[in-house]
């Protein structure tokens, strides 16, 4: 599974980075291996460290809402359904 996602929100797409894909993209940022002006260097990345250091702590929380999403669209797609269900049942008299 891929540790980089979109999370659309309104009018604001986000990327969200867990802490698998920030340990490469850190690894890449100071081998000098992403794109940088020419004959720039790599500086102190303090954040994305101190990110990396909650790495457990982070993906127990990106697991978390991922399960929060995924049983709010189920029951949303059980609510559709019941009133689909309501809607087209013949009526009795």
């Given at each position: 599974?891929?540790?980089?996602?979109s999370r659309d929100r309104s009018f604001?797409?986000?990327?969200?980075?867990?802490?698998?894909?920030?340990?490469?993209?850190l690894a890449a940022y100071e081998s000098g291996r992403l794109p940088m002006k020419k004959g720039a260097?790599?500086?102190?990345a303090r954040e994305a460290e101190t990110y990396l250091a909650r790495s457990d702590e982070l993906t127990k929380q990106i697991a978390e809402r991922e399960r929060r999403e995924?049983?709010?669209k189920d029951q949303v797609m059980r609510f559709w359904h019941n009133l689909a269900a309501l809607t087209t049942r013949p009526s009795t008299p």
């Open positions: 599974m891929s540790d980089i996602r604001l797409d986000l990327l969200e980075v867990g802490p698998d894909a920030a340990t490469v993209i260097k790599p500086a102190d995924r049983a709010v």
